[in-house]
């Protein structure tokens, strides 16, 4: 195999891994270039490949993906394999056969991969709306943020931030590591949401500040049960929440609220990401702000 086709694959492979390990849509995973590449293979140590480089098929490693997931994942690879090859491949069968014995849970991880090396891993419920929230699952928004924040660091190092709906924890544990802030402030109103947040928090090797053995060098980061229509934190802040008309008139007094803060003369900077689901909605945001 020519040195470059090899590099092909490899690419193929690492680009399988970090999209599985955060768990996309299986529809987002790169099939095209695969199934390319397996028409022009006489044997199936593609699909081995693609099977080994995902870790969390496994539900022995600390931080598996949803049995769900994992079980649509082999049964996909199957399907790309019949497509092309008459012979069974014992090894996707095998993969599917341990996601089937697996115990089903309302929990899952995904684990995103940050530029530099190191990842970001997030326990999540695997429902949209749980406990009256829907806090308890990533949105698309604090993907968008996060990967913005790695881009553009500067933004928040040596700042104090304050992120109005954390969530899972996405976008703020992304900065912490990344964008070296002096001070984060996680917060949400919901305790199931906080609770969860706070393990995820841990599960990446972050301390709170009761936590008597947090990293010196590591930014002070502090956990705030916050209602909107009644906070006055008095710090630079990150939004990154904003998908129902019911919260807009609370967000944007939050805003107006804070609007007059300074941290030695220097105003608050603002940042807002949200899915334009409906745009009647987006026009009550602009028009309120």
């Not at 949400?188 to 008597?212: F, R």
Request: with cysteine; aromatic share 6%.
């Amino acid at each position: 195999m020519a040195p470059e086709e090899n590099t092909g694959i490899e690419l193929l492979l690492q680009s399988f891994e970090r999209r599985f390990l955060a768990a996309p849509t299986l529809c987002s995973l790169p099939w095209q270039v695969g199934e390319a590449k397996l028409r022009d293979s006489s044997d199936s140590e593609l699909l081995r490949d693609i099977l080994q480089k995902q870790p969390t098929l496994s539900f022995a490693v600390d931080s598996p993906t949803s049995v769900k997931y994992a079980r649509c994942f082999p049964s996909e690879l199957i399907k790309k394999h019949e497509a092309v090859h008459m012979e069974p491949l014992d090894e996707l069968y095998e993969a599917l056969a341990e996601t089937l014995m697996a115990k089903e849970s309302t929990q899952g991880h995904r684990s995103y991969l940050l530029p530099l090396g190191g990842s970001v891993t997030l326990s999540e419920n695997m429902a949209i709306i749980s406990h009256g929230t829907t806090g308890l699952v990533t949105w698309d928004a604090a993907l968008y943020v996060a990967e913005w924040a790695i881009e553009n660091p500067a933004a928040f190092t040596h700042r104090s931030v304050l992120e109005l709906g954390s969530g899972t924890g996405l976008t703020d544990l992304a900065i912490c590591k990344i964008c070296h802030p002096r001070a984060y402030i996680f917060s949400d109103c919901h305790s199931p949401v906080l609770e969860q947040l706070q393990g995820n928090v841990l599960l990446n090797g972050l301390s709170l500040e009761a936590d008597i053995n947090a990293n010196l060098h590591s930014p002070r980061l502090t956990m705030a049960q916050l209602d909107w229509d009644v906070v006055t934190v008095h710090q630079p802040f990150t939004v990154d929440v904003l998908y129902c008309p019911e919260a807009i008139v609370s967000l944007v007094g939050v805003l107006q609220r804070l609007a007059a803060c300074r941290e030695h003369q220097r105003a608050p900077e603002v940042y807002v990401a949200f899915a334009v689901r409906n745009r009647e909605t987006c026009q009550l945001f602009t028009t309120e702000l």
